[in-house]
């Protein structure tokens, strides 16, 4: 199996930035695609941007593009995501995922960590 951990959630201020990390380890984690998505209380998991194996082609929520960073280190086994200029509307639990192709939907991803809290205070 392929795990999944991430880190760098916390509290920061409306306008700040964090940086999560996503470190995997078991099968070889080139061969997929990685993906953030992220759950507010009380709402549905939704996608929030997603990297091929190579890191040739990435996908963005119109909510988060422009203002996040999606990247990957394969040699170090991590997916990242930069976040700038954060809002309270981007409070939730951050989770990333591995599978065989980026898309919207939870169902394509086999893997999952276990989420990392990031909260906006206004």
């Known amino acids: 199996q392929v795990q999944l951990v991430e880190s760098g959630g916390g509290l920061v201020q409306a306008g700040g930035s964090l940086r999560l990390s996503c470190a995997a380890s078991?099968?070889?984690?080139?061969?997929?695609?990685m993906a953030w998505f992220r759950q507010a209380p009380g709402k549905e998991r939704e996608f929030v941007c997603g990297?091929?194996?190579?890191?040739?082609?990435?996908d963005y929520a119109d909510s988060v593009k422009g203002r996040f960073t999606i990247s990957r280190d394969n040699g170090k086994n991590t997916v990242y995501l930069q976040m700038n200029s954060l809002t309270p509307e981007d409070t939730a639990v951050y989770y990333c995922?591995?599978?065989?192709?980026?898309?919207?939907?939870?169902?394509?991803?086999?893997?999952w960590g276990q989420g990392t809290q990031v909260t906006v205070s206004s």
């Open positions: 078991g099968r070889t984690f080139s061969s997929y695609a």
């Open positions: 995922a591995a599978g065989t192709l980026i898309m919207r939907g939870t169902t394509p991803y086999r893997y």
């Open positions: 990297i091929n194996w190579s890191g040739g082609s990435r």
